[in-house]
T-cell receptor, first 115, second 114 residues
Framework: ELKVEQNPLFLSMQEGKNYTIYCNYS?????LYWYRQDPGKSLESLFV?????AVKQEGRLMASLDTKARLSTLHITAAVHDLSATYFCAVDIKNYGGSQGNLIFGKGTKLSVKP | SQTIHQWPATLVQPVGSPLSLECTVE??????LYWYRQAAGRGLQLLFY??????ISSEVPQNLSASRPQDRQFILSSKKLLLSDSGFYLCAWSVGTRASYEQYFGPGTRLTVT
């Protein structure tokens, strides 16, 4: 069974601290996506990781992909309140026999950054 | 540039009533289209996807159906809503390339079944 597991599911952290969110998946895939969702809003694309060893950075967020370990990380540096949101990773299952561009999403990590 | 629209934005419907949610995409041709549902505080569940007009694939058996009458229009329907159909419905599109099928999401429809 194809699984995409994120941890932690809930994360409360103080401003200025660093932390990492993990995304493990159970099938071979070399395409992984990170999305952000603010409360009551839709999903916003953050990062597209398309190969083993891919690393992308935007502001205080950095995402990486290790396809051999089937693991992606989203690292938060010096968190600020504006980063409070739910973060989803999604794995492209095309290589799993799925049709074009089917994504399997993790359950999301709800991040709360407190002053 | 590409944009995706969904309507209505919010909807309150009684159990047993019909449903029709609409999604349209502008600025691209022959997109892949998707319907997701997100229950309160939960992750995303893929309901349907379509790679072309009249081509619909269902991921989860349920009382919902989807149709794609035009290239950039995707409709989610039900004949009789259940309480468990409540949730946040998101439409998404992608353009398939060999490199990536990154999906772009619409603003969503919040459905409450009473």
């Amino acid at each position: 069974e194809l699984k995409v597991e994120q941890n932690p599911l809930f994360l409360s952290m103080q401003e200025g601290k660093n932390y990492t969110i993990y995304c493990n998946y159970s099938t071979t895939s070399d395409r992984l996506y990170w999305y952000r969702q603010d409360p009551g809003k839709s999903l916003e694309s953050l990062f597209v990781l398309l190969s083993n060893g891919a690393v992308k950075q935007e502001g205080r967020l950095m995402a990486s992909l290790d396809t051999k370990a089937r693991l992606s990380t989203l690292h938060i540096t010096a968190a600020v309140h504006d980063l409070s949101a739910t973060y989803f990773c999604a794995v492209d299952i095309k290589n799993y026999g799925g049709s074009q561009g089917n994504l399997i999403f993790g359950k999301g990590t709800k991040l709360s950054v407190k002053p | 540039s590409q944009t995706i629209h969904q309507w209505p934005a919010t909807l309150v419907q009684p159990v047993g009533s019909p449903l029709s949610l609409e999604c349209t995409v502008e600025g691209t041709s022959n997109p892949n289209l998707y319907w997701y549902r997100q229950a309160a505080g939960r992750g995303l569940q893929l309901l349907f996807y379509s790679v072309g007009i009249g081509q619909i694939s269902s991921e989860v058996p349920q009382n919902l159906s989807a149709s794609r009458p035009q290239d950039r229009q995707f409709i989610l329907s039900s004949k009789k809503l259940l309480l468990s159909d409540s949730g946040f419905y998101l439409c998404a599109w992608s353009v398939g390339t060999r490199a990536s099928y990154e999906q772009y999401f619409g603003p969503g429809t919040r459905l409450t079944v009473t």
